[in-house]
C-alpha cells in the first residue's frame, strides 16, 4: 500500500457544492464509526488535473446504515451495496467496501460480499481506477499501483488480466475507452487478454457495449479509438460492417486518401472530438453501405451505397438498442449525406427545405467532414453556409396561404391529394413566386378545377 499526501489547493479542481455535499457524507460517516473515501474516478482526475463532474465514495457502512444516517437516499443497488445520497441537488453514489463474483449475465454480479477498502480497491477494473481519497486526512491510500501507472500514463488491469477481464468482460472495451478517454497506452499483458477475450463482448449487454462506444466515437481522440477497436478484434466482434470496410478501394480521383477504413478513420480526426454521439455514430456508419455495393465499371463505384448504408445503419443502431429518435436521426444522416452534391442544382423550394432541418448542422457537419478526409472541395458546404444566412427563418418556413378546409369549400374531395396541393403550394411561397391567400387560391382552380 501506498500513501501520497495532497496538497490542499487539489480539492479546489471540484465545484464548491459538489465537493462541500461529499465532505459532509464522508464527515457524517465518519462520526458514526465509519471509514467514508472518494474512489475511483475522482482520485484519477484530481491527479490528471481533469474535471470533476461527480464523486463516487466507497465506505465501510452497508445500505442499513446509510439508510438511517441520511435523510435522502435511494437503493439503485442495494443487494450490492450501492446507495445514492443526495445533498442539496448533488446525488453521490455511496458503496459498501465489497468483493463481487463474477458477472453472470454480464452486467451484475453474482454474489457480493462486503469487506474493507484493500480488497474493494483489488476488485476494480485498472489500478487508474482503484484509488481512494481521504478528504478528511488529505491523503490518497493506493493499493494497486495506481499511482505509478498514471505516471507512466498506462492503463493496466488490477492483478491478473485474465482474471480482471473475464470478471466483467465489458472490461475489454472499457480498456479501450480509457485509453481513449486518458491518452494513456494500454499495458501489454492487458492488451494481449483484450485482444484474447474480444468475443466474449457478445456476452455482454448491447446496451452496454453501446454505451462504451459511443464514449469512445465522441471522446477526445476517436480515430485513436477506431484503430485500437480495429487491431484488437474488437470491431469485427461488435460491427463486422463497419470493419468490412478496410481494405474496399475507392476511386483515387475522389478518394486520394485510400480505403473506406481509413477515410472514415481519417474524419474522426479531421473533426475531433465529435461530441454529438448521434454526429458521431453518423460519421462512423455513413460509408457502411460500400462494401455491399462495391462495382467496377468504367470506376471504382458504390451506386447506391447511401439507400444501402441507411438501412445498413437502422439495422447496426437497433442492435445498440439506440432510443427510436436517435435511430431515426442517425439513420437519415448516412442517408442523405450524399444530398450536398447537388445543391447548386437545387429547385429554391428544394434547397430551402432541405436547409430547414431541425439537425442541418449535423448534415453540414458530416459533409464537411466527409470532404475534408477526401478530396478537400468544400465548395457546396459554403455554398449552404451562404444560403443560411441569406434565407430569413419566415423565408425557409412560411405560413401557409390556405388549409384542407379551404379545399373543401371550394368543392374538392378530401384525399391524399390535399397533401400534394398544399406542397406544391408551400413550393410556390418558398420560391416567391405566391405571397397572397388570393393567389394561392387562383392557382388551386387553375390547376384542379379549370
Known sequence: ???????????????????????QIVRTLSEAGHRG?????????????????????????VPADIERLFPRTIAVGKQFGVMIVVIDSNNYEVATFRTEGGYMDGRHPSSVRFTGAEEDARRRDFTVNALFLDPIAGVIIDYAGGIADLDRRVIRTVGSPADRLDEDKLRVLRAVRFACQLGFQIEARTYDEVKRQAGNLLRV?????????????????????????????ILDVILPEVAAMRGVPQPPEFHPEGDVFV??????????????????????????????????????????????GAEMAEIICRR???????????TELVREHLRFIPVHQMRESTLKRFLRKENIQKHLELHRLDCLASHGELTSYNFCLEKLEEFSREAMRPEPLINGHDLIAMGLAP????????AEIEDQQLEGKITTRDEALAWIRSRYLS
Open 1 to 23: 500500500m501506498a500513501i501520497r499526501q495532497i496538497e490542499p489547493s487539489i480539492l479546489q479542481q471540484i465545484p464548491k457544492p459538489l465537493l462541500e455535499g461529499a465532505v
Open 37 to 61: 473515501l472518494f474512489a475511483g474516478g475522482v482520485v484519477r482526475d484530481l491527479l490528471l488535473g481533469n474535471r470533476v463532474s461527480d464523486i463516487d465514495i466507497a465506505t465501510s457502512a
Open 263 to 308: 477515410h472514415t478513420r481519417l474524419m474522426f480526426e479531421k473533426g475531433a472530438p465529435v461530441s454529438d454521439p448521434n454526429l458521431a455514430l453518423a460519421v462512423l456508419l455513413h460509408d457502411v453501405g460500400k462494401p455491399p455495393t462495391y462495382t467496377v465499371r468504367e470506376r471504382i463505384r458504390f451506386d447506391g451505397h447511401d439507400q444501402k
Open 320 to 330: 445498440l438498442r439506440l432510443p427510436g429518435n436517435d435511430i431515426e436521426e442517425v
Open 205 to 233: 449487454s448491447w446496451e452496454r457495449i453501446r454505451d462504451e462506444l459511443l464514449k469512445i466515437l465522441s471522446g477526445p481522440a476517436p480515430a485513436r479509438g477506431l484503430d485500437l477497436l480495429s487491431d484488437s478484434g
Open 415 to 422: 384525399g391524399p391529394l390535399f397533401s400534394e396541393m398544399l
